[in-house]
C-alpha cells in the first residue's frame, strides 16, 4: 500500500479537482516515464498525475539521478496537453518552476526563490539550498505538444552524496511536517492557472515574476557543464523564451544551457 492516498484529493483540491486524475504508486522506475508509457498506451489523459513513494531509476537534469522516499519527499509527474506547436514551448519549464513556487507560498513556505532554469531553493542561514526541482519532457502530439512535468520536493531534511539539502519544513512557520496530499494540491492548484495561461500566451506574462523570484538576478554567476565553464557573467534577466542572459566583459550573452552558480565577491 502507498503512504500517499489520492482518496482524499478531490476535496483539497476544490475547483481544480475536475482537472485532475491523480494516482499513486509504492515504487517505480521514474514517475516520468511511467506517466509516458501510458499516456503512449492511451491510458492517460491530459491533467494524469503520478505519484511515486519511491523511485528505482528517477532522473534529474543533465543526467543526474532523483530518488525518493515515502515521507522524505514528493515525487510526481503530471501530464499536460498543450495547443501550442512544439516551436512555442520555450520557457515551460521556468514557468513551472514559478508554478511550484506560488503553490508553496500559498501554504505559508518563505524564503523561497528560483535558480534558472528550473530549481527551486530556499534559503537557510546566508545560503540557498535546493528544495525541489522540474524535469519536462515534450513530444509532439497529434494536436499540439505532451508535457510529461516531472517534480521533485524535500519535505523534510535529506542527504543527496552527504550533502543536506534544503526542505519545505524548513521554510514552513509551524515545524510540523508538510503533509504529503496538501503539497501536492497546493501545487497542481497553482500549475493548473500557469499552463493554462502558459497554452494561451506562452512564458511572457510570467517572466516579470519568475525575475523577481530569480535568487541571482543583477549577480556574477558561472555557467559550468559537465564541469567545463562556459560562461561568466552578471544575469540581467531572462527573455520571454526563458532564455537567460549575462553581461560579460564582450557584451551580452544568451544562455540556454548548464548550471549556474554564484561567483562570490567577484566583479564582471
Ligand atoms: C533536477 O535535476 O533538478 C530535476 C529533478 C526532477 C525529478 C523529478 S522526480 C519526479 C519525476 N520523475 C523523474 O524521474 N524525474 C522527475
Not at 515534450?138 to 534544503?166: E, Y
Request: hydrophobic share 45%; glycine share 12%.
Amino acid at each position: 500500500m502507498t503512504t500517499f492516498d489520492p482518496a482524499n484529493m478531490p476535496a483539497l483540491l476544490g475547483e481544480a479537482a475536475p482537472h485532475f486524475n491523480v494516482d499513486a504508486v509504492v515504487e517505480i522506475g521514474s514517475t516520468n516515464d511511467e506517466l509516458s508509457r501510458r499516456v503512449v498506451a492511451r491510458l492517460a489523459a491530459s491533467g494524469s498525475v503520478l505519484v511515486a513513494d519511491r523511485q528505482t531509476a528517477g532522473r534529474g537534469r543533465q543526467g543526474r539521478t532523483w530518488s525518493a522516499d515515502p515521507v522524505r519527499s514528493l515525487t510526481f509527474s503530471v501530464y499536460w496537453r498543450f495547443s501550442r506547436s512544439p516551436m512555442a514551448m520555450s520557457g515551460l519549464s521556468l514557468a513551472v518552476g514559478l508554478g511550484v513556487l506560488q503553490g508553496l507560498q500559498g501554504l505559508g513556505a518563505q524564503s523561497l526563490g528560483l535558480k534558472w532554469p528550473n530549481d527551486l531553493l530556499c534559503q537557510q542561514a546566508e545560503a540557498w539550498g535546493k528544495l525541489g526541482g522540474v524535469l519536462i519532457e515534450l513530444s509532439p502530439g497529434r494536436h499540439g505538444v505532451d508535457a510529461i512535468i516531472g517534480i521533485g520536493l524535500n519535505l523534510l531534511p535529506v542527504a543527496v552524496d552527504g550533502v543536506q539539502t534544503a526542505c519545505l519544513q524548513e521554510a514552513l512557520p509551524s515545524d510540523s511536517a508538510p503533509d504529503r496530499a496538501a503539497v501536492l494540491a497546493a501545487v497542481l492548484k497553482s500549475l493548473r492557472s500557469i499552463l493554462a495561461g502558459f497554452d494561451q500566451s506562452g512564458f511572457a506574462p510570467y517572466r516579470a515574476a519568475w525575475e523577481s523570484a530569480h535568487v541571482w538576478q543583477n549577480q556574477v554567476v558561472r555557467v559550468t557543464q559537465s564541469g567545463e565553464t562556459l560562461h561568466s557573467g552578471r544575469c540581467v534577466g531572462v527573455d520571454e523564451a526563458g532564455v537567460l542572459w549575462l553581461e560579460t566583459p564582450t557584451g551580452r550573452c544568451p544562455v540556454q544551457v548548464g548550471d549556474v552558480s554564484l561567483r562570490v565577491g567577484e566583479a564582471t
